[in-house]
Structures are given as C-alpha cells and as structure tokens.
C-alpha cells in the first residue's frame, strides 16, 4: 500500500486553516473588486450609481425621447453629468473626514474614472451633434474659447486617469500627488467652460461654482477641524455668499440681467419656496447637511455596543 509522503510545514499549515482561493492578479483591476481581489458590494452600487445616467441617457437618445435637437441635448445632460461626478470626486475625501468613513477613499479613483468616462461621452455626442464630422469638431474646438477650454479640461482628466493606477502612483512618488492637484484647477476650468456657454440661465454652473468653492475653502482649513462640524457649519454660510457673489458677477459682467435683483433674490424665502431654491441657498442647506455628519456619526458610534468591533477601515 502506497504511503502518503513527507508533507512541509506549509503544506500542513494551509491545511488547518483554508484560504480564500486566490484570484489572478490580472483581474484587480476590475471595478468590482477591492484592492484584496474580493467582490466589494460598495464598489457594486457606486459602479452602478455611476453607470445608469449614461445609460437611461443613451437609451433616450436611441429611443428619439430628446426632444428636437436630441444630439444637442444629450450633449448637454452627459456635459453637466461628468462636471457633477468630477466635483463628487473631490467631495470623497471632506466626506470621508466628516463621516469617519476610511473605506470613501477607495472609490475616489472609481469616482474620479466616471468623471472621464462621461466627459468623453460628451465629446462623442457632440460629435453625433456635428453629423460624425470630426474635423468640424475640430475647428469648433479650435475657434470657440469656451470649446478650446473644454477640450484642455478632457485632455488634462485624461492624464489623471491614465496616470491613477497603483503603478504610475508608485512610479512618480511625491510627484504623483502634485500631478493629481490639479484635478482642483481642471474642476474650475470645466465650471467656467458651463458658464460661458449657459447664456441667460447660469443655474447649473452656479451650483457647481458652489460646490467648488466649499470644496477649496474645506481644502483650506486646518487639518483638525476638517471634521469639525462647528468648522463645517461656519463653511456652509461662506460658500454660500461666495456663490451668491460668483452668480452676481457672471450676471453683471456677461448679461444685461438685473445682477442686483438676482443677489437679493437670495434673501427671499417667499420666493425660494415659490420657485424652488437658489443657487446659493441649495450650497447653505447642503453645507449644513455635510456639517451635521460629525455628530450623527457620534451619535452612532455611542449606540453601538461596547464589545461590537469596528467595521475594517479597508474595502
Ligand atoms: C473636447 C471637449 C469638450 C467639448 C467639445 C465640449 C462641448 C460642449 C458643448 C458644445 C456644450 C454646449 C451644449 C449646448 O448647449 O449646445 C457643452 C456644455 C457643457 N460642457 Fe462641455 N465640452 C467638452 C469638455 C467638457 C468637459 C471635460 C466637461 C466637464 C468635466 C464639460 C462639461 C460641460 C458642462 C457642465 C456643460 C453645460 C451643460 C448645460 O448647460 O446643461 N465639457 N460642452
């Protein structure tokens, strides 16, 4: 009768306690799955979060349920979608820090990748809006200053996301960071090239020039009171006026609207709930909402029972 042979230590080991099977290192980069190669239902939703827009977008479009000039206004819904997703990119690590949520900061390059995906779906579609002919978009982008200033956004997002993997990362070092700073000035420019195309009703690019404006001024603060909900909630009223100040300059130097009547619309509550709120006003309550985070985190983490371990701090 045969005999086993001699076994390793290893071999014995890896018998008592078996691992998870191992997935190919190949496959890591698939967005569903964390940095340890396992299925993230978290990863999941966001992805999925992510992808429906583009997709009911694209399937309105096919369908003829874009109005009269469809072309046109999908590029204009896939525009304001990569400028939203690009700021809630950089809104994951204040959220992080007011949430105490460590596992937010795995989905910032998910997020950050979304942004480029729909900026490039923009640029598609604005070319099904010029009947395919890419030399016409061309020349669009090279004669119209708010086109050119778009393309320069899409064209520095692309070397964001092609430098965000681990190993380009681990490549430039320290200069990796100062490269990915630059996502904050990209962010600006792609506000300003909304603006110079919103004509009479700047709305969206105000709320972005909002959301831009609380994420410096929260980029600015000292690191121990990122958290603070009392820091926070001081931020919420300054974002607030600078967006009402942003939205009164772009009426008064770029159209013959009453600027000053648009700034004391702020103050008018009557108004706000008539016909929805302001700009301004949507960047105060939302301000107040991220500054209530610190405490309902608190509040949280007391109900939890003491001998309850903490969820790991990594996806
Ligand atoms: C080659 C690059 C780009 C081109 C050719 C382009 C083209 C356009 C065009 C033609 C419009 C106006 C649509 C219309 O009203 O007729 C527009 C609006 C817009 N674009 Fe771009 N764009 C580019 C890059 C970007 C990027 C990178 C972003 C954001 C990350 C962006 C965000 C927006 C936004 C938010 C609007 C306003 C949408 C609205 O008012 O509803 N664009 N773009």
Same mark, same amino acid.
């Given at each position: 009768?045969?005999?086993?042979?001699?076994?390793?230590?290893m071999e014995?080991m890896s018998r008592?306690t078996?691992s998870?099977?191992?997935?190919?290192?190949?496959?890591?980069?698939?967005?569903?799955?964390?940095?340890?190669?396992?299925?993230?239902?978290?990863?999941?939703? @966001?992805?999925?979060?992510?992808?429906?827009?583009?997709?009911?977008?694209?399937?309105?479009?096919?369908?003829?349920? =874009?109005?009269?000039?469809?072309? &046109?206004?999908?590029?204009?819904?896939?525009?304001?979608?990569?400028?939203?997703?690009?700021?809630? !990119?950089?809104?994951?690590?204040?959220?992080?820090?007011?949430?105490?949520?460590?596992?937010?900061?795995?989905?910032?390059? =998910? /997020?950050?990748?979304?942004?480029?995906?729909?900026?490039?779906?923009? +640029?598609?579609?604005?070319?099904?809006?010029?009947?395919?002919?890419? +030399?016409? /978009?061309?020349?669009?982008?090279?004669?119209?200053?708010?086109?050119?200033?778009?393309?320069?956004?899409? +064209?520095?997002?692309?070397?964001?996301?092609?430098?965000?993997?681990?190993?380009?990362?681990?490549?430039?070092?320290?200069?990796? &960071?100062?490269?990915?700073?630059?996502?904050?000035?990209?962010?600006?420019?792609?506000?300003?090239?909304?603006?110079?195309?919103?004509?009479?009703?700047?709305?969206?690019? @105000? /709320? =972005?020039?909002?959301?831009?404006?609380?994420? =410096?001024?929260?980029?600015?603060?000292?690191?121990?009171?990122?958290?603070?909900? %009392?820091?926070?909630? /001081?931020?919420?009223?300054?974002?607030?006026?600078?967006?009402?100040? @942003?939205?009164?300059?772009?009426?008064?130097?770029?159209?013959?609207?009453?600027?000053?009547?648009?700034?004391?619309?702020?103050?008018?509550?009557? +108004?706000?709930?008539?016909?929805?709120?302001?700009?301004?006003?949507?960047?105060? %309550?939302?301000?107040?909402?991220?500054?209530?985070?610190?405490?309902?985190?608190?509040?949280?983490?007391?109900?939890?029972? @003491?001998? !309850?371990?903490?969820?790991?701090?990594?996806?």
């Amino acid at each position: 009768m045969a005999t086993p042979g001699p076994t390793t230590h290893m071999e014995r080991m890896s018998r008592r306690t078996p691992s998870p099977p191992r997935r190919p290192r190949g496959w890591r980069w698939l967005p569903w799955l964390d940095h340890g190669g396992r299925v993230s239902a978290l990863r999941i939703a @966001v992805l999925i979060a992510l992808a429906s827009p583009g997709t009911v977008l694209l399937a309105e479009l096919a369908a003829g349920l =874009m109005g009269a000039e469809p072309w &046109k206004a999908a590029t204009r819904e896939a525009g304001t979608r990569a400028a939203y997703i690009l700021l809630i !990119s950089l809104a994951v690590t204040p959220l992080r820090f007011a949430a105490d949520w460590p596992r937010a900061a795995t989905l910032r390059r =998910m /997020v950050g990748l979304g942004a480029l995906a729909y900026a490039l779906l923009h +640029l598609t579609l604005y070319a099904g809006h010029l009947a395919w002919d890419w +030399l016409a /978009v061309a020349g669009e982008i090279a004669t119209r200053i708010y086109l050119t200033l778009g393309f320069a956004v899409l +064209l520095g997002l692309s070397v964001l996301g092609w430098t965000s993997t681990d190993g380009w990362q681990a490549r430039l070092g320290r200069r990796w &960071k100062r490269l990915h700073r630059l996502v904050y000035p990209l962010a600006a420019a792609a506000v300003l090239h909304a603006f110079l195309q919103s004509r009479g009703n700047a709305n969206a690019a @105000v /709320v =972005m020039a909002g959301c831009w404006l609380w994420l =410096m001024a929260w980029r600015l603060l000292p690191g121990r009171w990122r958290a603070q909900g %009392v820091a926070l909630a /001081v931020l919420a009223p300054l974002a607030a006026v600078g967006t009402a100040l @942003v939205e009164w300059a772009w009426y008064a130097a770029a159209t013959n609207l009453p600027a000053g009547r648009i700034l004391a619309a702020n103050l008018d509550l009557d +108004l706000a709930l008539l016909a929805g709120p302001r700009p301004a006003q949507g960047i105060l %309550v939302a301000g107040l909402a991220v500054a209530l985070l610190p405490a309902l985190r608190r509040g949280l983490r007391r109900r939890r029972p @003491v001998d !309850s371990p903490r969820p790991p701090a990594q996806a």
